[in-house]
């Protein structure tokens, strides 16, 4: 049988892998897009789960290419996952992306074929089988798209049969009046608790960590909200790839102790009132590096926080006298009701370090204390970030060599895009990039680009093997290391790959910002790629 051949496949149709696409094909590039689900969105098309909800306003959270957003307005300020796949479907009426996708299809394996210069790639599903050889293989596989399943004794046995977040059934899931079980309280969690909270018979919540959730501050967005903001458009997105965090807002410069208390406390005030980030990305540039910093940050937090938060009991376990863990370290979320919900009398609190889970039986759990009968089981319990997408996959670079094996001691890339010994293959907004520390469609454009333009100079110099130098690939992942501000490993979070029991601890975030990661892309553009070796 013989093979379609392309100049790239791209894996994932995400904001990622959309935009590469796009950008590829517009430039004569041969692509095809494979992409497991059904339809475009990536992240948007797996998170259906009640409230699933994106925490980057808008226009910040959509593509700044002329041709979709001068036409496209959204309904609120943070828009649902509804609101997403909506958009996502414009996207792709107005660019034209389907005709080269595969869906319904999850890529199985990955080899390097260096005698052709090639890769050789294998998926399957609905339709069967399918092959095909590509020059190039682009990775748009996200952050967050393998779901992590803690190891719960009897999970399985559960009647209802346990819904991760990640894996919601399309048809949807009644809640109503329903006896509701939730394992996590990361940002799924808080968006699940805010939502099934007021409908359930009764929520109970099996807590572990408290989330330093700050408020979203919510809006409906008006027309004319928009069209002013169309106006100012282009200076907007252009601030979004010169701020540190990809954000409209900056750090503000100075560190916690230069402000007098009174200072500080308007300081605080103010970003509390206006929402979002702002406390974090928008605050004081010292309070992931400085304990001091951050401890004044979550005393802060905590004395807003408990004026809503009606029980005591459940006060003490939310909003705890002693920090659970830096604030920033563990990915803050944006919330909307989350301390009221948590409040009411049909939510139960169960602090599971105080009384652990002890096993799942047919009907709810059972803990050291006492057994809780239960119709639906919710797991937010997160993501096997970075790494866990990738190692799924049978992917094999230079001598047969498994990804598995070459990232046994830790993620090694070049720019968080590109990895030795694994010529030709390329990922986006995975391990070593701005990541969750920056605006994600932004990230999805600077990467795109730089492939654009090194797939150009590729083409134009007739090079069909292009690899990573072991040495810069080794410098550059120390280099990210060396950047991650020291706070940022004291939490067990997906941030640092703490959350999943026996995997890596490493840094997997480029922290040094959003216009110096660019910088260091355009430097080696412009100097020819030095850090590759060409053939
Ligand atoms: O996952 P998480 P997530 N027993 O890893 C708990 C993005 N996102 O899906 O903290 C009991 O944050 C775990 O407890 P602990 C966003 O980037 C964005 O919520 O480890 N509990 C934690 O509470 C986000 O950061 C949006 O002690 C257990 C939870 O499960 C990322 O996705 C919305 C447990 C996991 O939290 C991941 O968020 C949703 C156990 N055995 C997601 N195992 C928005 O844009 C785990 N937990 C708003």
Known sequence: MSAETYD?????????????????????????????????????YWNTYPGARVDTPIPGYEFSLEDLWKEWTWPEMYPNGEDLRTYFNYVDRKLGLREHCL?????????WDDDLHMWDVKS?????????????????????????????????????????????PKEGLDTQGKRVGLIGTG????????????KADKLTVFHRTPNLAVPMRQRLLQAQDQTLAKSTYLDFHQRLRETFAGYSYDRNGRKTREDTDEQREAFYEEQWSLGGFRLLVGGYTDILSSKDAN??????????????????????????????????AKRISLEQNYWEVMSRDNVDLVDVNEEPIVEVTKNGIRTTKRKYELDVLVLATGFDAFTGSFFRIDIRGEEGRAIQEHWKDGV????????????????????????????????????????????EYLRREEITKFVAKTAAAEAYSKHVTDLAPPLLLQADSWY???????????????????????????????QAYPSFEKS
């Not at 996200?142 to 009897?154: A, H, Q």
């Not at 905590?302 to 920033?328: Q, T, Y």
């Not at 480029?510 to 355009?522: F, S, V």
Request: aromatic share 12%; charged share 20%; net charge positive.
């Open 8 to 44: 790239v496949i791209i894996v994932g149709a995400g904001f990622s892998g959309m935009y590469s696409l796009f950008k590829l094909t517009k430039a004569s590039f041969r692509c095809k897009l494979i992409e497991a689900g059904s339809d475009f969105g990536g992240t948007w």
């Open 103 to 111: 869906f319904n299809s999850t890529v199985k394996s990955a080899h």
């Open 124 to 168: 399957e599903g609905v339709a069967g089988v399918y092959e095909a050889r590509s020059r190039h293989v682009i990775f748009a596989l996200g952050t967050s798209c393998e779901p992590y399943i803690p190891n719960i004794k009897g999970l399985n046995q559960f009647s209802g049969k346990p819904m991760h977040t990640a894996r919601w």
């Open 187 to 198: 940002a799924s969690g808080v968006q699940i608790v805010q939502e099934v909270g007021p």
């Open 295 to 328: 401890d004044l940050l979550y005393q802060f937090w905590r004395r807003k926080v408990s004026e809503r938060i009606g029980d005591e009991k459940k006060r003490a376990i939310l909003a705890p006298e002693i920090p659970p863990h830096p604030i920033g």
């Open 412 to 455: 090694q890339s070049q720019f968080g895009l590109a990895i030795d010994k694994f010529p030709n293959l390329w990922f986006m907004y995975g391990p070593h990039t701005p990541g969750a520390f920056a605006t994600m469609p932004v990230v999805a454009e600077i990467q795109g680009d730089w492939f654009l333009n090194t797939f």
């Open 496 to 526: 640092v790959g703490a959350n999943v029991p026996g995997k890596r601890r490493q840094v997997y975030h480029y922290m040094g910002g959003m216009a110096a990661y660019i910088g260091e892309l355009e430097e080696e553009a412009r």
